[in-house]
Antibody, heavy 117, light 108 residues
Framework: EVQLVESGGDLVQPGGSLRLSCAASAFTFSSYAMGWVRQAPGKGLEWVSGIGQSGGTTYYADSVKGRFTISRDNSKNTLHLQMNSLRAEDTAIYYC??????????WGQGTLVTVSS | DIQMTQSPSSLSASVGDRVTITCRASQSISTYLNWYQQKPGKAPKLLVYAASNLQSGVPSRFSGSGSGTDFTLTISSLQREDFATYYC??????????FGQGTKLEIK
């Protein structure tokens, strides 16, 4: 069965950095675009970033542009999100999601990022 | 960026009711519109894609319609397990698939 497992969430101080990972299994990872979606406590879903199958094309929400970098390692079936210059408003559960034909059909369970001093 | 606006933000209904949630896009998105259901503490679940296509395994009481800027998700006869938060999502913008603000469906 398709599985996406996020890791790397933690408590970090404002201005700090964190790298999230999403390990994929049971599908041909390199054939799918992927995305990161976050959800602040008690709030709605926010699409953060997307990446094409090869990793050659990347997209970012304005709220994270210039601070976050999405990448993928197709040899290791892993998606990453490098988060720099973290702010309190980045506090959220971060989900990775598989993209197939303009929709996200599989999601991970999420990893919690807390930005606080 | 394409903005998505859902209405209502919250809704109270009873088991057996017919419920409709509306989503409006800030520009035409053809039928690049998806609907998700999220329950507390869980990841979102895809219900409807491309405006009107039911994801595999989703009960037939769920249906979607619309094109251009106006879309609806309808639940024909609410079941207890349907009480959750629902989100629309546009997938017209390449890999920048923004969501509506959500509609919380509660038991009356």
């Amino acid at each position: 069965e398709v599985q996406l497992v996020e890791s790397g969430g933690d408590l970090v101080q404002p201005g700090g950095s964190l790298r999230l990972s999403c390990a994929a299994s049971a599908f041909t990872f390199s054939s799918y675009a992927m995305g990161w979606v976050r959800q602040a406590p008690g709030k709605g879903l926010e699409w953060v970033s997307g990446i094409g199958q090869s990793g050659g094309t990347t997209y970012y929400a304005d709220s994270v542009k210039g601070r976050f970098t999405i990448s993928r390692d197709n040899s290791k079936n892993t998606l990453h999100l490098q988060m720099n210059s973290l702010r309190a408003e980045d506090t959220a559960i971060y989900y990775c999601a598989r993209v197939i034909t303009y929709r996200s059909d599989y999601w991970g369970q999420g990893t919690l990022v807390t930005v606080s001093s | 960026d394409i903005q998505m606006t859902q209405s209502p933000s919250s809704l109270s209904a009873s088991v057996g009711d017919r419920v409709t949630i509306t989503c409006r896009a800030s520009q035409s998105i053809s039928t690049y519109l998806n609907w998700y259901q999220q329950k507390p503490g869980k990841a979102p679940k895809l219900l409807v894609y491309a405006a009107s296509n039911l994801q595999s395994g989703v009960p037939s009481r769920f249906s979607g319609s619309g094109s251009g800027t106006d879309f609806t998700l309808t639940i024909s006869s609410l079941q207890r397990e349907d009480f959750a938060t629902y989100y629309c999502q546009q997938s017209y913008d390449t890999l920048m698939y923004t969501f509506g603000q959500g509609t919380k469906l509660e038991i009356k």
